[in-house]
């Protein structure tokens, strides 16, 4: 299994940012696809999951703001952040199968100013 990021980076409050995983080594069409995020001294937390029948689940946190997508033909995961905040920079994963899987994508700082 390979999770491999084209990851964010730095932006303003407001702005947009989008974060995508290329996956290989598993049948990822039929795969739960999940984006978590850590911020320092805190516990990793989960953003958003999408299902095999494209079924999503957010954080409350961000609910109405990001938008998780899938593209089984590029075998990618996609997270939109849109009116990005401050409290939203963090250290974001990609994860395969959930948080006890053990499948992760190297972590990427986005980091929003004010």
């Known amino acids: 299994v390979q999770l491999q990021g084209v990851w964010g980076g730095l932006v303003q409050a407001g702005e947009s940012l989008r974060l995508s995983c290329a996956a290989s080594g598993f049948i990822f069409s039929v795969a739960d696809m999940n984006w978590f995020r850590q911020a320092p001294g805190k516990q990793r937390e989960l953003v958003a999951s999408i299902s095999r029948s494209r079924s999503t689940n957010y954080a409350d946190s961000v609910k109405g703001r990001f938008t998780i997508s899938r593209d089984n033909a590029k075998k990618t995961v996609y997270l939109q952040m849109n009116s990005l905040k401050p409290e939203d920079t963090s250290v974001y994963y990609c994860?395969?199968?959930?948080?006890?899987?053990?499948?992760w994508g190297q972590g990427t700082l986005v980091t929003v100013s004010s």
């Open positions: 994860n395969l199968g959930g948080r006890d899987s053990g499948y």
